[in-house]
């Protein structure tokens, strides 16, 4: 009943000086951030059980992302904290026009190396979920994902993805993220992308043809979000669009993590035969109960604090 999620811990560094650059804002909240950690925590306050797979810096920042899971009940035993690398940092400020200033310190999360992985047993859980864009970066833990990904299979242990595009650090090399967003969907059983993802990696012009394309390249159960409009299931070449519930938004910040731990967190106590047995009607309900997840989490200001008012009661 155990899900382990791999990829990166790091902490958000946002400027909250409305409107102003990165190099002239003063005043910068830090938050526990990263899409696996951000999905762990999702599934451990949902009642289940959730390890993360990740390498922070020995540092006041990597103590911090620590302590932040434990708090959720986030299993970190698989957390090394690395003495030659700082902690990751993702500066972010929102501009007047909208667009984000972003800068990106890379530390320990790309050090993750095969060796340090070799002692996880990955029969171990019921569901290996991969959320990480930053691991498509080169480096250690570039390896480390694609070696963890090929013995989840070979282990036939459920596999989950979700490639959390971002721009600004693929915006000179955006064909290595389509690469290896396609090879990823040659090897999972589920995997969740945005609209704008479903275009990028596809290279269709439009949802519908992305769709088809999907259908045509991957068997996996796959759900695309469409914002308030809810989600794009995917399941036996059919497709079904399952509504979101209405929320009056303060921040989006980590929905569809809080989105893709409400899938796992549902499927986390059947085994791979039975989850991909699943009727359809079964999956529309998970899909449901994750656009509810995603949705309350739009409710509140950051991910983390988002996730301590979710519990197993939103299912209900």
Known sequence: MKVLCIGEALIDMICTDKGKSLSDGDNFLKKAGGAPTNVAAAIAALGGQAHLAAKVGADPFGRHLVEVMESF??????????????????????????????????????????????????SDYSIIH????????????QETYKALLLEASRQQVFISFDPNYRHLLFQNNTRSFIDQSLDFLQYCHFFKI?????????????????????????????????????????????????????????????????????????????????????????????IYNANKAGARTCEYMGAMEAFRHLSGDIFK
């Open 194 to 286: 945005s609209d704008e993802e479903a275009l990028l990696i596809t290279g269709k012009p439009t949802l519908e043809e992305a769709v088809e394309f999907l259908q045509q390249t991957t068997r996996a159960i796959f759900a695309i979000t469409i914002g308030k409009d809810g989600t794009m299931l995917g399941i036996n070449n059919t497709v079904e669009i399952i509504p979101s519930i209405p929320v009056k938004p303060v921040d989006t910040t980590g929905a569809g993590d809080a989105f893709v731990g409400a899938v796992l967190h549902q499927l986390s106590d059947k085994p791979l035969k039975e989850i991909l047995a699943l009727p359809v009607e079964d999956w529309k309900k998970v």
């Open 73 to 122: 009940g986030v299993s970190t035993q698989w957390v090394i904290q690395d003495v030659n690398h700082f902690t990751t940092f993702a500066f972010v400020s929102l501009m007047t026009n909208g667009e984000r200033d972003f800068y990106f310190n890379r530390g320990a999360d790309g050090q993750l190396s095969i060796k340090e992985t070799e002692a996880i047993r990955l």
């Open 130 to 141: 991969f959320g990480s864009a930053t691991a498509f970066l080169p480096g250690p833990l």
